[in-house]
């Protein structure tokens, strides 16, 4: 059972930046595929970015290529969502989960067995 519990996130004006962090526990992290997640009022839950075992390959949402870093330090059992240029639209909750598979679809959240309760990030236009 892996716990995950996410930081960093509030108000911030358009063109900022915020850095939130994903810190797990009960589990062999580096066994986890991690991915962030966010969801607007009113939206559906949208993949934002993906990180592999290793910190070998990343993915992302196109509205986020370019402004968001998604990178993973195993020794301390952190993902990290690196945001910049932020958008007035990037504004939701946002959710750390992870994945035990050998393989995923990296973009369902279907696909993550375990998340965060997730933290708000606002952005002021």
Not at 25 to 41: H, I, K, L, V
Not at 75 to 100: F, G, H, I, R, W
Request: glycine letters at 12%; hydrophobic letters at 35%; a positive charge.
């Amino acid at each position: 059972q892996v716990q995950l519990v996410e930081s960093g996130g509030g108000l911030v004006q358009a063109e900022g930046s915020l850095r939130l962090s994903c810190a797990a526990s009960g589990g062999a992290f580096s066994r986890y595929f991690m991915g962030w997640f966010r969801q607007a009022p009113g939206k559906e839950r949208e993949f934002v970015a993906a990180i592999g075992r290793s910190s070998g390959a990343a993915y992302y949402v196109d509205s986020v290529k370019g402004r968001f870093t998604i990178s993973r330090d195993n020794a301390k059992n952190t993902v990290y969502l690196q945001m910049n240029s932020l958008k007035p639209e990037d504004t939701a909750v946002y959710y750390c989960a992870a994945s035990p598979k050998a393989a995923i679809v990296i973009r369902a959240g279907s696909e993550y067995e375990y998340w965060g309760q997730g933290t708000q990030v606002t952005v002021s236009s």
